[in-house]
């Protein structure tokens, strides 16, 4: 049975396998447990069940969740400036920017239909080079392109609007909502869900930006109460686009840690994904995988993949035994860490993936000590010493890395870690719009270097491990072409966790230089195990 409503279609995923029995039914979840929470009486007019007390939630409950009131301003797109490059909806955090590549006729037959507003719709498309010139010069039907915002999923952090200026498009712009903006939008959106699939010609293995047009890929439906703008939550749609354009959505699980991820993600009654997935304790997220993984392998489910969400304390600090122990077992089993730096679910904590001079709860700043002390754990390096495992670190904001990044870690057959730079906007003290410029500055300044680490590629480690996609991979400091030096000081001036690290004059102090010298001695070593030096 298929659930149906104005807005989203979910698979009815009530049977659970080897109980033979109706644990939860998804329409009646629909029909009475979501509208008594959108009405705010959920918990005080709902019977305590046996789905609730089991904390079984229906996938992609989170569609019908509101934050159409969150922001005053949703972004505009213009089309003539629009080149259809996705990265916009590739990095927007909640599933409220959506692509679609639409052929002529099929457009015309659907704007024909659309009861007035014609061109109103129409302005949505752009007539791009990628997905209109390049198809009708090889003789085959050329395709529009089209950007639409969800308003009920827009958070209005403006990350959309930041990442298309930085690439110097600007074919969005915020705008104050109006009184008639949110009735416009949503009636775009329901002519986009209208619309039919983007053909497969479009969706291009070899340009991964464009795996989102592909709805198999969209596996994260938004409407998780997470932060405006928050890193974490793009790095998950990612890795989800990329596992659901390889295997399908029935063939991935997830087993996450306690964090914010499992927070933002599980508040009843609304669940943002479309693959299964079940929250452990913070520190054993690992262990619990394994025992997903052997009972799997026994009902002969070898090739599902098994992906274990954490964030840089669950896996760097309490849960790092438990990390160890997965990667020496061999079993095929995928990491993902959201690396935050700091324990932003319970309040920013300093762990020991944060840097040096970084203050945070645990790590004030004060006449005696400035921040944090000790240098940061390099999780990667930790991994790469593991047995057999496939490691790599990553941000978002570098998509073909990233995609790249998660693609090898699903064939690779065994562990694999993938350590994600995320931004978390109220511990950094960055802005709401700043997730992927800040990534690519931790990037370029060595505070955190894109790797890949591969046994598959040779016997030693300078054989197997890579530093594509660093600037200057053979200098200490990425120069820019003005002269300007991109290092850990330029970095961390940009942001709120380094602020007391400056005095008045903008000079740092002794112990960020001390940080500095930290990052540049890790870069060096990643240079001499990759045979760079």
């Not at 498009?169 to 983007?198: G, H, S």
């Not at 993984?293 to 760097?316: F, T």
């Not at 200098?475 to 850990?488: L, M, S, V, Y």
């Not at 102090?509 to 001695?521: E, I, N, T």
Request: with cysteine; charged share 25%; hydrophobic share 35%.
């Amino acid at each position: 049975m298929g659930v149906t409503t104005d807005k989203i279609r979910v698979e009815d995923i009530s049977r659970t396998e080897g109980y033979g029995e109706q644990v939860i039914n998804v329409q009646t979840f629909f029909d009475n447990v979501l509208p008594a929470y959108e009405r705010g009486d959920g918990g005080d007019t709902l019977p305590a069940d046996v789905p609730m007390a089991r904390s079984l939630v229906p996938a992609g409950t989170a569609a019908l969740r509101d934050f159409s009131h969150i922001g005053p301003e949703i972004p505009q797109f213009f089309n003539d400036n629009c080149v259809g490059c996705m990265t916009c909806v590739v990095e927007c955090p909640d599933t409220a920017i959506l692509a679609k590549v639409v052929e002529e006729p099929v457009l015309e037959s659907a704007l024909s239909g659309s009861n007035g507003g014609g061109d109103d719709l129409r302005a949505q498309f752009a007539c791009t080079r990628k997905f209109y010139d390049a198809p009708a010069k090889k003789g085959a039907a050329p395709g529009q392109f089209g950007i639409f915002i969800d308003p009920g999923k827009c958070k209005g952090c403006r990350e959309c609007v930041e990442v298309c200026h930085d690439l110097g498009y600007d074919a969005l712009k915020m705008i104050a909502k109006q009184d008639d903006t949110l009735p416009r939008y949503q009636e775009r959106i329901d002519f986009f869900r209208r619309l039919p699939e983007t053909p497969d010609r479009f969706v291009e293995g070899r340009v991964l930006a464009d795996l989102m047009l592909a709805e198999r890929t969209l596996l994260y439906v938004g409407g998780a109460g997470s932060c405006a703008g928050c890193g974490e939550a793009t790095a998950i749609r990612m890795m989800l686009a990329a596992g659901g354009f390889q295997v399908g959505r029935e063939n991935i699980g997830i087993v996450a840690a306690t964090g914010c991820n499992t927070v933002y993600g599980a508040t009843y009654p609304y669940n943002p994904y479309l693959v299964p997935w079940t929250n452990s304790l913070f520190e054993n997220a690992p262990a619990d995988a394994m025992g997903v993984r052997m009972r799997w392998d026994q009902q002969g489910w070898q090739d599902k993949l098994l992906w274990v969400l954490g964030g840089d304390g669950a896996m760097l600090d309490i849960g790092f035994q438990s990390l160890s122990r997965l990667l020496a077992s061999g079993l095929n089993v995928k990491v993902l860490v959201l690396d935050t730096q700091v324990y932003s679910n319970t309040g920013g904590q300093s762990s020991t993936a944060s840097f040096t001079g970084q203050v945070a709860k645990m790590a004030a700043y004060g006449a005696a000590v400035q921040g944090k002390s000790e240098s940061r754990k390099e999780l990667s390096r930790i991994a790469m010493m593991h047995p057999d495992t496939y490691v790599a670190q990553t941000t978002p904001a570098h998509i073909n890395h990233f995609y790249r990044a998660i693609m090898e870690a699903n064939e690779y057959p065994g562990p694999a870690v993938v350590n994600v730079y995320t931004t978390c906007q109220p511990e950094h003290g960055v802005g709401d719009d700043q997730s992927a410029h800040r990534a690519k500055l931790a990037v370029d300044s060595r505070t955190f270097p894109l790797l890949t680490y591969d046994p598959r590629r040779g016997e030693r480690i300078r054989d197997r491990l890579q530093l594509k996609g660093n600037p200057d991979m053979k200098a200490d400091w990425h120069t820019r072409p003005d002269g300007e030096r991109i290092d850990f000081v330029y970095f961390a001036r940009g942001e709120g966790r380094f602020g007391k690290q400056f005095d008045a004059d903008g000079n740092p102090s002794a112990v960020l230089q001390l940080a500095q010298q930290d990052r540049l001695a890790n870069w060096r070593t990643l240079q001499e195990m990759a045979g760079i030096l």
